[in-house]
């Protein structure tokens, strides 16, 4: 297969994650005989210092000429601090998800076996958690309209919803359930927000169409609470956009690492892949960044276009990392490899997958040699 990638790296770490995940996918080109391109566009932080503009149209250009977008990380402290910036780097994202026409964002919360310890919550609460969460991503109070009064006293964000927006990311949400546990949450604020209400409408009738799926109601403040104290009851969680992100940071803890948390941005015609992780900009080239997110989210774009084998050998030489202690800090402090040497590895390893013993001098050397 040929796919045409534009890589948007972004700021902070972006650049170094996100290095990873190509280097890993030209690995999967190498064995699979397939041929990725490569290009490089700006966004965020950087773009506005080098262009004045978070999405310079270039930048939009490529994105809309490519297969698929491979995306860092946006927001630097120069932005981060000043929230009177009229121009911000997220202003960026925002904008390429809504040109883009990315209407659902998939967000996979697994718990893997080896790193349960590194979790802060009990073994016996997470061990099994495999919850797939679809968070609308192109409307609700991140685009609504904005309003401050003249001495910034006041200010309003506005949440919308349509019809037509609930129904084209719920079908995805109870197709995936199908094919998964058959069991899906809605998670909302019915007893508060008529957008959440208009949610609870329009998804109860849509589960008509798949009766073979169980329909479950949330509040979410109280899916907070569970997805701590009680992970393995989900399956498929549906939510809006502002809902969606902060349910799916929270899931980090269950993981161990916010730096393995992978998600998939789609649309009718486009797509995008990123880790959730922000910029981490007080670790930017220090490489100490953890790239398996990104890398993971190289392995969605794989799965998208069908290339399952794939994206399967890119999991399989993670877990062996993972199960090496072949880490950044996050998950190994007391001997950690570097970003890139985490890297490294894993794309040895997609290559001779029939390896499985380590010379640690040679990685810790920088040679990354599989014996």
């Known amino acids: 297969m040929k796919l045409d990638i534009a890589v948007l790296s972004g700021d902070g770490i972006g650049p170094e994650v996100t290095a990873q995940a190509v280097k890993v ?4 080109a190498h064995r699979f005989d397939h041929v990725f391109t490569f290009k490089e566009a700006l966004i965020g932080g950087v773009a506005i210092d080098q262009t004045g503009n978070p999405l310079p149209d270039e930048t939009l250009q490529i994105c809309l000429n490519a297969d698929a977008t491979l995306f860092g990380c946006i927001g630097t402290p120069t932005y981060d601090h000043n929230p009177t910036a009229v121009i911000r ?3 960026g994202l925002l904008k390429l998800r809504k040109e883009l026409g990315l ?3 998939i967000r996979p919360v697994i718990a893997y076996e080896n790193l349960i310890n590194k979790s802060p919550l009990k073994r ?7 919850i797939l969460i679809y968070r609308e991503l192109s409307s609700g109070i991140y685009y609504g309209e904005k309003k401050v009064n003249e001495d910034a006293t006041k200010a309003s964000d506005l949440c919308e919803y349509s019809r037509a927006e609930i129904e084209r990311v719920a079908h995805l949400a109870f197709k995936a359930a199908q094919k998964r546990r058959k069991k899906l949450t809605l998670v909302d604020k019915a007893n508060i927000l008529e957008t959440s209400r208009l949610w609870r409408k329009v998804v109860k009738e849509i589960s ?4 073979d799926v169980t329909l479950n109601l949330l509040y979410v403040d109280n899916t907070a609470v569970q997805i701590i104290v009680n992970p393995r009851q989900f399956d498929v969680i549906l939510t ?5 992100n902060i349910i799916s940071d929270e899931a980090c803890v269950i993981v161990g690492s916010i730096g393995l948390l992978a998600s998939a941005s789609i649309g009718d015609t486009n797509c995008m892949f990123e880790p959730i992780h922000g910029s981490y900009s007080q670790a930017t080239n220090k490489g100490i960044a953890n790239p398996i997110a990104s890398i993971l989210s190289a392995a969605m774009l794989l799965e998208h276009f069908g290339l399952i084998k794939e994206a399967y050998a890119i999991k399989i030489a993670i877990n062996k990392s993972l199960e090496l202690k072949l880490t950044t800090p996050d998950l190994n402090p007391n001997n950690p490899l570097s970003t890139q040497k985490v890297g490294d590895f894993i794309y040895d390893y997609i290559l001779n997958p029939e390896d499985s013993n380590i010379n640690f001098e040679n990685l810790h050397l920088g040679q990354s040699t599989i014996i």
């Open 25 to 28: 996918l030209e690995a999967i």
């Open 89 to 91: 780097p997220e202003k």
């Open 103 to 105: 209407y659902a964002n």
């Open 124 to 130: 016996e609460v997470i061990k099994g958690t495999d």
């Open 208 to 211: 008509h169409d798949y009766k």
């Open 240 to 244: 809006e956009n502002m809902f969606g």
